[in-house]
Every structure is written in C-alpha cells, then in structure tokens.
C-alpha cells in the first residue's frame, strides 16, 4: 500500500494533437487570444513550449513511428494512424467524458449528462441551453473527452494524452472502445491498437454549407476473428492480471485520481486548447501613492537647520551639489505584434527544429542572453523580421 494521503498519478510525458495555435484574433470583451486551427494529421508534442508558447514536437517519437509498420502516413509523410496499447479494461478510466464550461480559463461547470456540478459546488440540470450551438454566452458548455494511451516505441511508464471537444470524436472513440471490448469479451488493456484520424464531410447547420472536419477514432488492425483471436491468445498468457484487473482497476479508481495542482493543470490545458477566448488578462492595478510635498529627509534636514552668518561661510570649502546622474532609457521589449510576426515567418521558411531557430538567432549578434525571440528588444525584433523576411528569398 502506498503512503498515506500520497495520491499517485500516471505521468503525462507528452500530447498528441490535430491542431495548432492559428492567427491572434481579439474576442468581444477585447481579450487577445490565437484561434485553435485544425489540421489533418496527428502532432506529438512535449509538455515544453517554446518562445512562441507553442508546444514543442517530439521529433524522437515521430522518428520511433515513421519507422513502425503500423503507423499510417499520409501523401506529405505526416502521422494519420498511432500504434497505441491502452491501459484499462474499463472505457471511463481509459477514456473519461464529461460536459464541460469555462469561465477566465476556469472550469466552472461539470456535468454527465444527468446532473451537473458548478464550480462553487451548486448542484444544476445537465445538459442545459449553453451547450446549444446557437448559444453565445461567453460560459458556452461543450463535450470533452480524454485518452490516455502508450504510443508503440515510447518507454512503460507513462502515457500520451488525446484531448478533444468534439462531440464526433468523442462519440467514434466510444463507439469503437465498446465494439471491441464487446468483441474480446471485456478486453481492452494492451491490445494492440491503432488511433486514426479520418476526414468526414458535413453540412454547417447555421450555413447549410459544406465543409470537411477530422475526427478521431481508435480502431483494431485485422477482421473480428483475427481480434477475437488476439484477445483469446493474450488471455491465456496472462490469466492472473485477467483476474485481478478488477480489483486493479477498482483500486485505480480510488488513487490514481490528479491532486489540486494536476487537476488545475488539466483545466489550463483544456482552457487553452478548446476555449482561449474565456481566458482573461491579467491587468494588475497599481495605486500611486499620495504625493507629500514634504519627504521625511527634507524634514529631518529642516528641524537641524540652524542660521549661519554669511560671513562666516567660506564660499571655498562650501560643498558643492553633485551633478544628477545622466537618465538613460530601458530599450523597449518586444511586442506581442512582432512575435507573432515572428512565428508566422518561422512557418514559412519552414524551420521546425529548435537548434536550427537557435543558430538564427546567434546569428544576429544581439549578446549572449539573447536566446529565443522572447529577449529581444523592440529595435532587435524588427532587424531579426527583415532578416527572416530576406530568408524567404534567398534561403540558407
């Protein structure tokens, strides 16, 4: 048994995404956040960002897959299909849903489609009108749905998670998890799985117009038989965890749940992800002290002040004030405008690894604390711009 009050918890080592940060848009409350952008194939990121806040690809896992047999990869040899084993018979361990809704970047309501629980502990109907798609309230509710799994190739011991509010996703994943459980008798841990993205046609209910979204589903790779087979042959093998794994998964229940600083972490990371636009900015308000004509040292100095004859003063020996030393400006920052110029350039010449940006960066002489676009002044940002700017046409 572990400690006492010691709450375990499954290392997240890295995310699997099918979006990125897109243009820097301002929302009606004139919070500035960048619009979540979809694309068509899976990023597999670090828990670390870089200067732009982006998070930073895993360049070794991507390596691990390309070379996997199992892995799909579309016509431009990105990552469409994720060799994957889950960890839990279970479906809500291995993938937790639940309606959600954000208020400055908090969950504030939390639902399971019964009953809903807000953030100050108020007990609400469940689904209600902000999960409505013609809802425009700023406290708009929507699906969520978590995966953890352990991407083929990567070390035991900690897991990927797939984030999505997506009500398609969200129901594929489910649909697919209960197919093959029900296909392998209750077996779901450590099969050999695959998580996909697909494209899908649809009609915008608003519009009535076209459009494509990706959705994500988990399939298994071979016919009902051949998985039915799978699960028998991996059942034998390890009969004892088949007997014990409700008692595992009962005792994962109670322990293997966040602590208050993951949980809020969690919330950051859906926050961030899936609604910017409710995260506001910090505006910290500075009162100016009440001015005194009068300091303490000038009255001080005014109680020791004594009348001295005029010729008794010496204007020789008299001391003399020393002059004021010169004022020099602080150089201004950067701004947020040239560092999303910046990260726009940084796509379109296509420079992905971090040494690479690096030595760009070294490049421009501005001092050995200058590292990443982040401290850089305003007068460094705009000559690292042109600099980049000329790449576009006369590459390295």
Same mark, same amino acid.
């Given at each position: 048994?572990?400690?006492?009050?010691?709450?375990?918890?499954?290392?997240?080592?890295?995310?699997?995404?099918?979006?990125?940060?897109?243009?820097?848009?301002?929302?009606?409350?004139?919070?500035? !956040?960048?619009?979540?952008?979809?694309?068509?194939?899976?990023? %597999?990121?670090?828990? *670390?960002?870089?200067?732009?806040?982006?998070?930073?690809? +895993?360049?070794?896992?991507?390596?691990?897959?390309?070379?996997?047999?199992?892995?799909?990869?579309? +016509?431009?040899?990105?990552?469409?299909?994720?060799?994957?084993?889950?960890?839990?018979?279970?479906? =809500?361990?291995?993938? @937790?849903?639940?309606?959600?809704?954000?208020?400055?970047?908090?969950?504030?309501?939390?639902?399971?489609?019964?009953?809903?629980?807000?953030?100050?502990?108020? *007990?609400?109907?469940?689904?209600?009108?902000?999960?409505?798609?013609?809802?425009?309230?700023? =406290?708009k509710c929507k699906i969520s749905g978590t995966l953890?799994?352990?991407?083929?190739?990567?070390?035991?011991?900690?897991c990927y998670k797939f984030r999505t509010t997506s009500?398609?996703?969200?129901?594929?994943?489910?649909?697919?998890?209960?197919?093959?459980?029900?296909?392998?008798?209750?077996?779901?841990?450590? %099969?050999?799985?695959?998580?996909?993205?697909?494209?899908? &046609?649809?009609? %915008?209910?608003?519009?009535?117009?076209?459009?494509?979204?990706?959705?994500?589903?988990?399939?298994?790779?071979?016919?009902?038989?051949?998985?039915?087979?799978?699960?028998?042959?991996?059942?034998?093998?390890?009969?004892?965890?088949?007997?014990?794994?409700?008692?595992?998964?009962?005792?994962?229940?109670?322990?293997?749940?966040?602590?208050?600083?993951?949980? +809020?972490?969690?919330?950051?990371?859906?926050?961030?992800?899936?609604?910017?636009?409710?995260?506001?900015? *910090?505006? &910290?308000?500075?009162?100016? @002290?009440?001015?005194?004509?009068?300091?303490? &040292?000038?009255?001080?100095?005014?109680?020791?002040?004594?009348?001295? @004859?005029?010729?008794?003063?010496?204007?020789?020996?008299?001391?003399?004030?020393?002059?004021?030393?010169?004022?020099?400006?602080? @150089?201004?920052?950067?701004?947020?405008?040239?560092?999303?110029?910046?990260?726009?350039?940084?796509?379109?010449?296509?420079?992905?690894?971090?040494?690479?940006?690096?030595?760009?960066?070294?490049?421009?002489? !501005?001092?050995?604390?200058?590292?990443?676009?982040?401290?850089?002044?305003?007068?460094?940002?705009?000559? !690292?711009?042109?600099?980049?700017?000329?790449?576009?046409?006369?590459? %390295?």
């Open positions: 048994m572990p400690v006492h009050g010691l709450m375990p918890g499954l290392l997240e080592v890295g995310k699997i995404k099918i979006g990125i940060k897109g243009e820097l848009v301002k929302s009606k409350d004139g919070n500035e !956040f960048r619009l979540p952008q979809k694309i068509d194939h899976f990023r %597999i990121v670090k828990n *670390e960002r870089d200067e732009n806040d982006d998070y930073v690809l +895993d360049d070794h896992i991507l390596d691990v897959l390309k070379k996997n047999k199992a892995t799909i990869l579309n +016509d431009e040899k990105n990552v469409v299909g994720i060799p994957i084993r889950l960890l839990y018979n279970e479906i =809500d361990l291995v993938f @937790p849903t639940q309606y959600v809704s954000y208020v400055a970047g908090k969950l504030s309501c939390s639902g399971d489609g019964v009953k809903a629980h807000t953030r100050d502990g108020r *007990e609400t109907k469940c689904p209600c009108g902000r999960l409505d798609g013609a809802y425009t309230g700023k =406290d953890s799994c352990i991407i083929e190739g990567s070390n035991v011991g900690g009500i398609n996703s969200a129901r594929y994943i489910l649909s697919s998890l209960m197919l093959i459980k029900a296909a392998t008798g209750g077996l779901l841990s450590f %099969i050999p799985l695959r998580l996909v993205i697909n494209q899908k &046609k649809t009609i %915008i209910p608003a519009t009535g117009a076209p459009t494509t979204i990706y959705v994500v589903t988990v399939e298994y790779q071979g016919g009902i038989d051949d998985l039915q087979q799978k699960a028998l042959t991996m059942g034998r093998e390890r009969v004892s965890l088949i007997e014990n794994m409700r008692d595992i998964e009962a005792e994962a229940r109670n322990i293997v749940s966040p602590d208050s600083d993951e949980q +809020d972490r969690e919330e950051r990371e859906f926050a961030e992800e899936f609604f910017p636009e409710s995260i506001e900015k *910090e505006v &910290k308000k500075i009162e100016k @002290p009440v001015e005194d004509k009068t300091s303490e &040292k000038e009255s001080k100095a005014a109680e020791m002040t004594v009348d001295i @004859p005029k010729e008794t003063v010496n204007p020789d020996t008299e001391p003399k004030p020393e002059p004021e030393p010169e004022k020099t400006e602080k @150089p201004e920052p950067i701004t947020r405008d040239q560092l999303i110029k910046i990260l726009g350039l940084k796509n379109e010449i296509k420079v992905s690894d971090q040494k690479a940006w690096g030595d760009l960066i070294k490049k421009m002489k !501005f001092g050995k604390n200058v590292t990443k676009a982040n401290n850089m002044t305003s007068a460094q940002g705009d000559e !690292f711009i042109k600099y980049l700017e000329s790449l576009k046409t006369n590459p %390295i």
